[in-house]
């Protein structure tokens, strides 16, 4: 498949002109290569990640997060350095979906949502464009009334740790909000409009306490939720492409607050 053919394909799901203006989505690193066969999926274009691509036979390592969000130099030898040298040297394309795949509701963003089976699905924040179906954060209402308990249990069952909680859930919770990766920000809006829990990551000291009283809000952390995201959007590409002769690899990531040893 045509590498500028694998771009659109892309964002079809991740749309560029959705992403944020401060966000670096696209084309990280270039590369020479016109053909793609083998397709790497990730949440980061780490170090150890570009080197399992390149090893595995990659063409192209398709991430989440972009590679900096500021200008920055190679100027010394760090991760940053690490990656360029080896993708440049492999002739290895790198392209971020960032905050233009966070804004797709119907996308793999939404797939904890989904596995909920929430209902009357919409945005937490919609985007400047208006575009329906377009933003940050989803919201829907269970399709039956539960108990925290019942709702943690299931969670947990979706690979989402529950332990890291703020404020209390009321008796009955119907209605749940959802923000992949950092959403703190985004709170207040989902109890606002009527959330009963609040499933995010990066909760600090200050907006917990902020957010104690008007609900219960869930620090699952910043990657467990959008390495499962990744990970379900690998699988919707691996069908998507092999009747284009791409095969997708997906390469798991690390949790830094998880320890290896």
Sequence with gaps: MYVHDLFQ??????????????????????????????????????????????????????????????????????????????????????????????????????????????????????????????????????????????LRERLEQHGVPCHRQVGSAPACIRRVAICPGSGASLGRTAFANGAHVYITGDIKYHEAQSLSSLGLTVDAGHFVLEEAMMRTWSDALTEELAPQGVAVHFFPGHDPFVSRL
């Design 9 to 150: 394909h892309i964002e079809r799901t991740a749309p560029l002109q959705y992403a944020s203006a401060w966000d670096r989505a696209g084309v990280q690193v270039a590369a020479r290569t016109d053909f793609i066969h083998r397709l790497a999926v990730a949440l980061d274009a780490t170090p150890e990640i570009v080197s399992q691509a390149v090893a595995q036979g990659c063409q192209m390592l398709l991430a989440h997060h972009p590679l900096t969000l500021t200008p920055q130099l190679p100027n010394q030898i760090d991760a940053f350095w690490q990656v360029l040298h080896t993708a440049l040297g492999a002739g290895l394309w790198i392209y971020a979906a960032h905050t233009s795949l966070d804004t797709n509701l119907h996308g793999p963003a939404a797939w904890l949502a989904r596995a909920l089976g929430l209902r009357s699905l919409d945005v937490l924040e919609e985007h400047p464009s208006g575009a329906a179906g377009v933003g940050f954060g989803q919201i829907g209402d269970l399709p039956h009334p539960v108990a925290w308990p019942q």
